[in-house]
């Protein structure tokens, strides 16, 4: 049986974090990862054995593969791997049901090992009682068996106190652990053993979200990059993206509520890519549209 592991949280909250600490530490364990997208994930260079299409191979024996041709389509090419995965990942979107995604893990072949929710220290409390993005964060929260209190770096003792006793009192059936950067044995996460009952396919009242993307051949300088993120409508809960010339280091731009960063990053696709996401009712695509155009336009200087 393969194992099957779900990991989840809300925009921002550590994902990608979580999955590159598995990665690099799964000590020989032939692991299996879904992702959205390959330059989301940034993966450590040194790890990379190859990239051939949706696919990555990496030199400790692990393979990723995009889920750009479909959930079932992904999981079936590792399983028709001549050397398949002892153990399949999931990184989940941030706003992703992440029970129904568990029940992949209850196909025949497949054993569900457990949940695994990220969650962000800092803005927990603001979050969970946001009209807006409470419900997606608490249905989250109480489907994870292993609830991952992040950043605690970040916040006090006392606040990181408080987080953790609430967290287990709302949800008792979960395993909560406090973290910084998303570092814990891999022992503790890979090995989880789920006792959920399965979810009920249902589809229920709940937040709707919309996307934004922008693609370009071209690469962008870093004070491009940046004053487009620090222009960023507060509508956009969170955006990502990265930039790669020919030469030179590419750069990664993370965006989490009023939280910008721009950095370098080894390797990235050459161009421009980027995506935001907020409430359907909210975010408006045309005023992204037009700041790109302002922020990356050819005749602009910079």
Not at 240 to 253: F, I, V
Request: proline letters at 4%; one cysteine or more; aromatic letters at 4%.
């Amino acid at each position: 049986m393969i194992a099957f592991t779900v990991l989840g949280g809300y925009l921002g909250a550590g994902k990608t974090t979580l999955l590159n600490h598995i990665l690099s530490h799964c000590d020989g364990r032939r692991l299996g990862v879904l992702v959205n997208d390959f330059g989301a994930i940034n993966i450590d260079a040194s790890l990379v054995a190859n990239r051939n299409g949706s696919r990555i191979n990496l030199t400790n024996g692990c393979v990723c593969c995009t889920l750009s041709d479909g959930f079932s389509e992904a999981i079936e090419t590792l399983l028709a791997d001549p050397n398949p995965p002892e153990h399949i990942l999931v990184e989940a979107s941030g706003v992703a049901d992440v029970r129904q995604l568990a029940q992949y893990g209850r196909a025949p072949g497949m054993s569900l090992d457990g949940i695994v929710v990220v969650v962000d220290a800092r803005t927990l409390p603001a979050k969970v009682n946001d009209k807006y993005v409470g419900t997606t964060i608490r249905r989250q929260l109480a489907a994870g068996d292993l609830i991952l209190l992040n950043k605690t770096d970040l916040i006090g003792d006392d606040a990181c106190r408080d987080h953790l006793a609430w967290l287990q009192r709302e949800y008792p059936l979960s395993r909560v652990l406090p973290c910084r950067n998303a570092e814990l044995p891999v022992a503790l996460l890979l090995g989880v053993g789920s006792t959920r009952e399965p979810a009920a396919m249902s589809h229920g009242e709940h937040e709707h979200y919309a996307t934004w993307s922008f693609t370009s051949e071209a690469a962008v300088t870093r004070t491009r990059l940046e004053r487009f993120s620090q222009q960023l409508d507060p509508s956009v809960l969170r955006a990502k993206g990265t930039s790669a010339a020919a030469t030179g280091p590419a750069l990664l731009l993370q965006a989490v509520g009023t939280r910008r960063e721009v950095s370098t990053i080894e390797h990235a696709p050459a161009g421009t890519y980027l995506v935001a996401i907020g409430l359907q009712d909210q975010l408006d695509t045309q005023v992204l549209d037009r700041l790109a155009a302002d922020c990356f336009s050819p005749a602009e200087s910079g």
